[in-house]
């Protein structure tokens, strides 16, 4: 386990109703496991830990991740990928530029919009179609 890059790197983000249902039933999972090594089990705390509840080896996890991708049928990404794919996302869906760059931990917007916002051109064109509807009241 690293400590975190910066000071904004530790923080609580919100999560969807759909991902806390999935972690509940991940945890319930985990806690018939625990009860099941007993002693054995040390109990972290953890979401994502080792069969005996210690710190998973981050190889280990990365070799997890790789697998539950190739197994999905996407295309091979990093966990970095998905970073960039979830800001992104938010921005070609409207999200508010100041909610993903809190979400991504950087201190100023203009971080978030000088990496995410050149990806996908389209954004230039959703802005002028809704700066049309808004104007012509056709929201």
Do not use: W
């Amino acid at each position: 386990m690293k400590d975190v890059k910066t000071k904004s790197s530790r923080r609580q983000i919100s999560i969807s109703s759909y991902l806390v249902e999935k972690l509940l039933l991940y945890k319930e999972k985990q806690e018939k496991h625990k009860e099941m090594l007993g002693a054995a089990y040390n109990d972290l705390d953890m979401v994502f830990c080792a069969y005996d509840g210690n710190f998973k080896d981050s190889r280990n996890l990365l070799r997890e991740f790789h697998r539950y991708i190739k197994k999905s049928g996407v295309p091979k990404i990093t966990l970095h990928d998905l970073r960039h794919l979830h800001a992104t996302l938010l921005l070609i869906y409207g999200e508010n530029p100041k909610i993903v760059a809190e979400r991504l931990g950087h201190a100023d917007v203009t971080t978030t919009l000088d990496i995410y916002s050149h990806v996908n051109p389209d954004l230039q064109q959703q802005a002028a179609d809704r700066f049309e509807r808004g104007f012509f009241n056709q929201a």
